[in-house]
């Protein structure tokens, strides 16, 4: 099973462009984004320092179209591949390109909407005195326990020992003082606490912006930062990315459903290694790939295709396809078993698990033509519970 990933802000590095765009392909397909987004990226990408591209408004950008790119030197035709990616995920704004590389959004709609984004969180950071500072090692609750003791959000968790704490500078200041046992304080070096209520007002532009966007259904799964659940509705995709942006960033729940998934390679597009390094700790056993540089390409092509297998979802564009949103049992609504024609947003079940359960519904509706799993069936993340022709559609 493999599984591609796209990190988030951070792992940008001065120069780190350079080599990509020696490459007449892709330096022309990544000035035509960054004309979209309204920025100089490769200037960014090749001769700016640290400083320059830590600003919100330019390494989000920056990240999103060096990967949507590069997905593209890496999978020259993307339709003969899908069958083959088992699932993808993005850390944060990573979350946009892989909408975007998984159809379900198109990379012009991702690059307007990473702009707004990087611009609306900048000018929610510079209304109060935020940051982050990530917590090494300590005991998980004890951690999670201080993190609340002093009013400040997990805004990043990704798995153990890795947890980021977000909220103002005193708060961080107080927790300087008060931290956790056997735990390492590392402030980064971040605009604001992203991924906290204090990015509401960010939320609230992009969502005004998201009505005109036209969505589609991803053509592979797509693992969600909010709770590690497979999405597989195109609106759900968006909403969950400009939603996430003022909640916390759950990296160590998304782990949890490569695993079940029965992920054995993970592949990070550039600049990678934050997520593979992750991974490699999280998921002992896994493969991983971290693409840095176009002289990798051949390889990471090689990696795919060792990884890769047939997904299970018919992508055929005829039908709707349901699926589980999580690893557990599924339970059949009863008065969907009854019904020929189910009208858009019905219930269909509920996917029970040790930690909770999820209810499950047929997002556009349609003609059932086929249930694909019955009541009592254990099921995987994405994996398809009912064939739906849309032109029962109420």
Request: proline share 6%; net charge negative.
């Amino acid at each position: 099973m493999l599984v591609i990933v796209a990190p988030g802000q951070g792992a940008q590095s001065p120069g780190f462009l350079t080599p990509w765009l020696e490459d007449p392909v892709f330096a022309a397909r990544f000035a035509w984004l960054s004309s979209v987004a309204g920025l100089d990226l490769a200037h960014y990408g090749t001769e700016a320092d640290a400083e320059t591209i830590r600003d919100t408004r330019i390494a989000q950008p920056l990240l999103v179209a060096t990967g949507l790119v590069a997905a593209l030197r890496l999978f020259p035709h993307p339709g003969d591949f899908f069958d083959r990616i088992g699932a993808v995920a993005g850390h944060s704004v990573g979350e946009i390109g892989v909408a975007a590389g998984a159809r379900a959004i198109t990379a012009e709609q991702a690059m307007v909407l990473v702009r707004e984004r990087g611009n609306a969180m900048a000018e929610a950071a510079a209304t109060t005195a935020t940051g982050m500072t990530a917590v090494l090692g300590g005991d998980r609750e004890e951690v999670l326990a201080a993190i609340e003791r002093h009013g400040l959000t997990a805004a990043n968790d990704n798995g153990p020992g890795q947890i980021v704490a977000a909220g103002t500078l005193e708060q961080l200041a107080a927790f300087k003082d008060d931290a956790p046992a056997k735990a390492r304080l590392m402030p980064l070096s971040v605009a604001g606490a992203f991924h906290t209520h204090h990015m509401q007002p960010a939320v609230a532009h992009l969502e005004t912006l998201a009505r005109a966007v036209s969505t589609h259904d991803p053509r592979t799964r797509v693992i969600s930062n909010r709770d590690g659940q497979v999405v597989h509705d195109g609106r759900e995709v968006l909403a969950r990315i400009i939603g996430q942006i003022a909640s916390p960033v759950r990296w160590d729940l998304c782990m949890e459903t490569m695993a079940d998934l029965g992920v054995t390679g993970v592949l990070e597009m550039p600049p990678a290694g934050t997520l593979t390094g992750i991974i490699k700790r999280a998921l002992p056993g896994v493969e991983t790939f971290a693409l840095k540089t176009p002289d990798q390409v051949d390889a990471a092509r090689e990696f795919c295709e060792k990884h890769g297998e047939a997904s299970g979802l018919d992508l055929t564009p005829t039908w709707r396809m349901v699926v589980s949103p999580a690893k557990g049992t599924f339970r059949l609504d009863a008065e969907a078993a009854e019904l020929d024609v189910l009208r858009a947003g019905a219930a269909i079940g509920a996917v029970a698990s040790l930690r909770d359960e999820i209810s499950v519904t047929a997002a556009h509706g349609g003609q059932v033509v086929e249930w694909l799993v019955e009541d009592g069936d254990p099921v995987a993340p994405g994996q398809p519970l009912l064939r739906l022709h849309p032109e029962g559609a109420a």
